[in-house]
């Protein structure tokens, strides 16, 4: 079993208030979660009005698949015109893993 994580720096476009932020943020995280089925929240920069952080978690047999569906999810979010990512980080988890000690960490921008 792998678990792939992908976080996600995001410059938001012609944003100026919260509520304009949650507009634009609230139908990217609902489209990931309905089209790659993974898990996906708003994790960080949450009082600045231009910048968000996404956070995106999947489950798979093997690490290529989880590659394949976080490689998804981040074309999903460039695609987007009124989206920006500044940075972009993956990592990956095994079972064997568990206790902690090691990761594979691959690491964009």
Known sequence: MWIGSLTLDILLGDV???????SVVRPVVAELRRRFV???AETGS???????????AVVAADRAHC??????????????PE???LSARVRYLSDQDADGMTCSETALS
Do not use: P, Y
Not at 16 to 22: D, G, N, T, Y
Not at 46 to 56: F, K
Not at 73 to 80: M, Y
């Open 83 to 85: 989206l920006e990512i």
């Open 16 to 22: 100026h208030s919260l509520k304009e932020k949650r």
């Open 46 to 56: 949450h009082d600045l009005h231009r910048r968000v952080e996404i956070g995106v």
């Open 67 to 80: 590659a394949d569906v976080l490689s998804a999810c981040e074309d999903l979010v460039a695609g987007r």
């Open 38 to 40: 993974v898990s996906v």
